[in-house]
């Protein structure tokens, strides 16, 4: 079996004990060193008041799929620092979030996610990136 | 009647047009001039994965916060970009956020936010900071 | 001698190692355990295009008074992120800055700055937040 | 004469009229619409109290290509807000920064960057973004 199809095994089984991810309904599409993909689609609970993506939607998965891409660096880890860029408004039936690690580390990992639709992957809806502190430290 | 009064309806109003607001549960305690506070009873719903509030529900709560802060100046606005720093595990039975606008213009309105607990309204649990830009722009 | 003496004359002696912040020019106006201000006269070399204070100045002096900030309470420490937010068109005679921790840690340490002018305390020309790690780490 | 080169030319001409990048002493290597390339060759007033580049002098760098690759696609515009990630030690004989847009509008430019070296183009020093806002507006 790839390490790939073991990190996508690892993350849903962790994302599962994480009451709101369980609520928001990431699926895991892809995983491998340092990099994940997760996909949501999109329901009306999801919305801010003009039906696009809630700011606050987007932050949480952009900042989760960052965990999970220091995850498969790191292992569980917590996030200190996070920032969400919202290029656009956010409207699609499917969400795509890619996470790639930039610095992996012993105190502080780096990463960055962007967020598009899974209709026109060329088009960033919104950037962010996230600090995490390994769980074990 | 108050302005503060009239402030509270008006949010409690725009919260309630929000799908993931009435999800999110957030009450708005108090609403004046540039300023607001929220309040969120915790339930397991809004946890991680060793049940501590969400990182991206911290982020959601902030955001949403410095959104209606911007509302009392500057009318709807959209968050364009959103930092939160997490200073401590956030872990609480309600969760207080206060924000206020630190700079409002027609262009860009700059907020700030903390959360804290309503037990210890002295201890920092996580800050963040919305840069939005009014609807009507 | 008092503990806030001790810290202005410790991060003088600091400051002056870093060759980049004899050049800056700052001198610390106040220190005590988790707080410093910060002054710095205008000249034209720390100017952009249009006169004001250039936004990567900016940033070095909100930058240089956290690091400072935090130096009172865990010693040296390192810049690991830091965000700025120009407010208006940061113009004065005298900048102040003044820094504080938020949240001082073993692993990282959180801080959070304003830039004012002597003239209009009251007026904020930006603000910032930098999240460091302690050198011994 | 290429638009490349006519970018070059442009941004030589704004930078040299701002003080601050004067001292700094950025070279444009490339530009074109969306993106530009700086260098800066290291000198010991760039540095902090360990001879790295200080963090702050790091934010200028990536601030700055970052405002003069939104030149290339909305002409002159004000940094509103810019953060900052110091990956590892910033030493290098050349520095080289990358800055590229994510995204242009009228009210609001967002854009990205990274610092590397010229010996090691594939090891990130520090990575950033800065939202403008279009000076016209």
Same mark, same amino acid.
């Given at each position: 079996?790839?390490?790939?199809?073991?990190?996508?095994?690892?993350?849903?089984?962790?994302?599962?004990?994480?009451? /709101?991810?369980?609520?928001?309904? &990431?699926?895991?599409?892809? $995983? !491998?060193?340092?990099? #994940?993909?997760?996909?949501? +689609?999109?329901?009306?609970?999801?919305?801010?008041?003009?039906?696009?993506?809630?700011?606050?939607?987007?932050?949480?998965?952009?900042?989760?799929?960052?965990? /999970?891409?220091?995850?498969?660096? &790191?292992?569980?880890?917590? $996030? !200190?620092?996070?920032? #969400?860029?919202?290029?656009? +408004?956010?409207?699609?039936?499917?969400?795509?979030?890619?996470?790639?690690?930039?610095?992996?580390?012993?105190?502080?990992?780096?990463?960055?996610?962007?967020?598009?639709?899974?209709?026109?992957?060329?088009?960033?809806?919104?950037?962010?990136?996230?600090?995490?502190?390994?769980?074990?430290?």
């Amino acid at each position: 079996m790839s390490e790939s199809v073991d990190f996508v095994a690892q993350l849903k089984s962790i994302s599962g004990r994480a009451e /709101f991810n369980n609520w928001l309904g &990431v699926e895991v599409a892809a $995983a !491998s060193v340092g990099e #994940v993909e997760l996909r949501l +689609p999109w329901r009306k609970e999801l919305g801010q008041y003009s039906g696009f993506l809630h700011a606050g939607v987007i932050g949480a998965l952009l900042d989760t799929a960052c965990g /999970f891409a220091a995850y498969t660096m &790191v292992g569980p880890s917590l $996030a !200190s620092q996070y920032s #969400v860029k919202c290029l656009r +408004p956010a409207v699609a039936q499917v969400f795509v979030v890619k996470a790639r690690v930039l610095k992996p580390g012993k105190q502080q990992v780096f990463t960055q996610a962007e967020l598009t639709s899974l209709d026109e992957p060329g088009k960033l809806l919104a950037v962010g990136d996230t600090l995490l502190v390994p769980a074990g430290m």
